[in-house]
């Protein structure tokens, strides 16, 4: 079982960009046709799919959030980090990083071997 770890700061103030860190053990994060996902879970809501970078450092983003994420790579670390600017309240959440071996948008936790513990954010002033 590979057990990925998030980290980042636990609170943000509105508007400004929250920075997470998803440590990756045992596996390369450029293992062929594997996809690093970022997932949110808020407060009384679903789970909610953020985006991916693919092992070849493709990536792709929720439309709705696409104008304010950043997902990169640092190989030599092997992390998976994620950029969302502009948050809001409306951003807390508690945010997992999670892996498949292929390429989807559903954030239901049955479609990913690899999961995070998770780290929660609030954003807050």
């Known amino acids: 079982q590979v057990q990925l770890q998030e980290s980042g700061p636990g609170l943000v103030k509105p508007s400004q960009t929250l920075s997470l860190i998803c440590t990756v053990p045992v596996v390369s994060i450029t293992t062929n046709y594997r996809y690093w996902y970022w997932i949110r879970h808020p407060p009384g809501k679903g789970l909610e799919w953020i985006g991916y970078i693919s092992y070849i450092g493709s990536t792709y983003y929720y439309p709705s959030l696409k104008s304010r994420t950043s997902i990169s790579r640092d190989t030599s670390k092997n992390q998976i980090t994620l950029h969302l600017s502009s948050v809001t309240p409306e951003d807390t959440a508690n945010y997992y990083c999670?892996?498949?071996?292929?390429?989807?948008?559903?954030?239901?936790?049955?479609?990913?071997?690899?999961w995070g513990t998770g780290t929660q954010v609030t954003v807050s002033s």
């Open positions: 999670a892996s498949s071996p292929r390429a989807t948008t559903t954030a239901q936790r049955t479609f990913y071997d690899y």
